[in-house]
């Protein structure tokens, strides 16, 4: 009964190939995101996304593109994987956008690239 | 800009000791804290929060943390580490409605048995 899952956990692959890591929560929450936490372990948000819709998009290469395709799916799909993409990527969730709802963390995908 | 500081990198103690880890965020105006934990091969978990109220707080498995406004800080405490309490820790700050949480560098906690 796994709260917040991702797939695959594991993901190693050739630059320059296309790649998608799916989360899914069974919590009920209505707010997902995605995480990336460099080889330092510094936790950075990528997106968000409340009720199916973008809420928060960082500074982040049009290389990744979120998709939530209902409020307890989130995938991030990447194209044209690059070096400096390698890292471990967290999903989380939330009940809310409400800056005191605790979000909870899928167990990360470390994705390397070579 | 915008920030959460963790002092300490790396804090190796032995076990029975005390720990504080420390937290400073440079924002102005409302904020809700907290401190997540990362044990070795796990997800990060919530420790514990601050939003309002008592500025000692207390979470799971012995942690405290106390808001200090006039420094903003929210350090992390401990009255005598165990050796499962090796793990990664987090400050994480949030100032908004949007679930935008800013994340700390992260402190590595190494407790020798």
């Known amino acids: 009964d796994t709260a917040v899952s991702q797939t695959p956990k594991y993901l190693v692959t050739q630059m320059g190939n296309d790649k998608s890591i799916k989360c899914e929560q069974n919590l009920g929450h209505d707010t997902m995101y995605w995480y990336k936490q460099d080889s330092k372990k510094f936790l950075k948000i990528m997106f968000s996304?409340?009720?199916?819709?973008?809420?928060i998009n960082e500074t982040v290469p049009n290389r990744f593109s979120p998709k939530s395709p209902d409020k307890a799916h989130l995938n991030l799909h990447i194209n044209s994987l690059e070096l400096g993409d390698s890292a471990v990527y967290f999903c989380?969730?939330?009940?809310?956008?409400?800056?005191?709802?605790?979000?909870?963390f899928g167990p990360g995908t470390r994705l390397t690239v070579l | 800009a915008q920030s959460v500081s963790q002092h300490n990198h790396h804090v190796i103690l032995s076990e029975a000791a005390s720990l504080e880890l420390g937290c400073n965020y440079s924002?102005?105006?409302?904020?809700?804290l907290f401190w997540y934990v990362q044990y070795p091969g796990q997800h990060l978990q919530l420790l514990l929060k601050?939003?309002?109220?008592?500025?000692l707080v207390k979470g799971i498995k012995g942690f405290e943390a106390e808001f200090i406004k006039s420094k903003f800080s929210f350090n992390l405490r401990k009255p005598s580490v165990q050796w499962s309490d090796t793990a990664e820790y987090f400050c994480?700050?949030?100032?908004?409605?949007?679930?935008?949480?800013?994340f700390g560098q992260g402190t590595t906690l190494q407790v020798k048995p």
């Open positions: 996304y409340n009720n199916k819709e973008l809420i």
């Open positions: 994480a700050v949030n100032r908004s409605n949007t679930g935008k949480l800013i």
């Open positions: 924002y102005g105006g409302t904020v809700n």
């Open positions: 601050y939003f309002s109220g008592d500025p």
């Open positions: 989380a969730s939330s009940p809310g956008l409400a800056g005191v709802a605790e979000q909870f």
